[in-house]
């Protein structure tokens, strides 16, 4: 313990050295630069992290950024917003504009301002390019290397373990980690512009105080939270926003939004501990039967243990209070499906698609896949070709689109768009195998060339097929 104590001394030492030794330089990385250092960073994050994929909440937490982000001057980014399947306290960005929050941290939430002000915080480290300045001064490691340190620290390494890693990747690399971490003037610098920018959103500054003060009451709990430790200085933070929000008086709030509750209550039912939710939606609808939340909340994590009779029992009684709420129309569309019910699912699924212009591509893909299963090929290739169209990473669509036209006899189609599935998947020998299979299936010189020109790419990409 000594010796380690010992190390890190002597690494916080080297930082300071370091610091004075290679100051910040006249410029930062380009924005180039920073957007190939994102590309690296998110490769070390999503090896590493599991992704919420749920496309309601996604879509929810991405519409309460851009809110946040139409107040912003123009940047050179594309924010992105991304939810991570673990229930820490915990949230960061990375270069370029890709913002991660932990479902834990979303579920201790009560409002959309709470949310918003965590989002305003990260996107303000983006804007003021508090990560890439830092890497600028670092630049005696490559891009890949700095971009794993810097996921570390983010990802909640703690001081020892830096130091520990040090034994392996050598003490510059130490160094270059503690570097890399916030000040307590970045975060500082970040709570200012965050605050502006979320105010100018409409939401409530203040919030971002309550969810500091959630994040920091943990402590006595779990120790530490990842976030006090990757985002220090959080008691300097919360005397600023409270002396920032007095400052400007009445202040706007969003409170706790339809969207806020319904996307926080499928996080609870939908990744959070199978037996917790069960009990707690239970509890809540004996309570209450006319909660809608809590009933919503019961059934979808009935649906998830495999009790989907009485989920879209609860389902249904929802729908009483709430018929044109497509969303739930989905959901239960999809209880149905799995439950062999194949006309309620065809019912409840377009009726979920007829609400919208722009479908949730989930609905869609069942409702397709219900067409397919009641023999009705040509108006499921339909809806598969255009939800390919309009979402074309959604890559279980290119699977049964390919067995939907096989069933229909058309080969060609089946083969190129089994291929398609299986590249999305990179698995190389299967794309080859389905691609080779198309070529034998056209005479169309304009599809014989599109698909040799594909393995040419899939052949260069993943070399050793040539060995297989």
Known sequence: MFLLKKAIYFFILMAVLAGLLFPQG???????????????????????????KDPYIVNYVN?????????????????????????????????AGHI????????????????????????????????????DRSSKLNLATLAGLAAGIFLGVSGA?????????????????LELAYSREDEIQADKVGLDNMTRAGYDARALMTILNKIRSKRWFDGIPTYLSTHPAAEERIAYIDSWSQNKGELPSMGATADFKKARVR???????????????????E???NDTEARYGYGLVLARI??????AFHLQKVLEQNPLDRSI??????????????????????????????????????????????????????????????????????????????????????????????????????TVFHFQKALKNTQDPERKKEIEDILKNVRNEFKDIRKK
């Open 26 to 52: 006249s410029r930062a990385i380009t924005i180039a630069e920073e957007e190939e250092l994102s590309r690296q960073f998110l490769k070390v994050v999503l090896n590493r992290l599991s992704l919420v």
């Open 63 to 95: 519409s309460v950024g851009q809110n946040i982000l139409r107040e912003l001057p123009p940047q050179p980014f594309s924010y992105k917003f991304y939810v991570i399947d673990s229930d820490v306290y915990n949230a960061f960005a990375t270069p």
């Open 100 to 135: 991660f929050i932990y479902r834990g941290l979303i579920e201790a939430m009560d409002t959309e301002d709470e949310l918003a002000g965590i989002l305003a915080h990260e996107i303000a480290h983006v804007q003021c390019r508090h990560i890439s300045d830092k890497i």
């Open 161 to 177: 373990d830096v130091a520990a890693q040090a034994l392996t990747v050598g003490s510059m690399a130490a160094v270059q980690s």
């Open 267 to 285: 996080l609870l039912a939908l990744y959070g501990n199978e037996t917790r939710a069960v009990s707690h939606f239970k509890n809540a609808v």
């Open 287 to 289: 309570r209450n039967p």
């Open 306 to 311: 495999g009790h989907r009779k009485d989920a």
């Open 329 to 430: 129309l989905g959901d239960l569309g999809r209880i149905h499906f799995f439950d062999g019910r194949l006309p309620e699912a065809l019912t409840a699924l377009r009726a979920s698609v007829s609400l919208s212009e722009s479908a949730a591509p989930e609905t869609m893909f069942y409702l397709a896949r219900t067409q397919a299963e009641l023999g009705k090929l040509s108006e499921a290739i339909t809806i598969f070709e255009t939800l390919i169209e309009s979402h074309p990473d959604y890559e279980q669509a290119y699977y049964f689109l390919g067995e939907s036209y096989g069933k229909q006899g058309d080969l060609f189609q089946a083969h190129y768009h089994l291929a398609r599935f299986y590249e999305k998947r990179r698995d190389p020998r299967n």
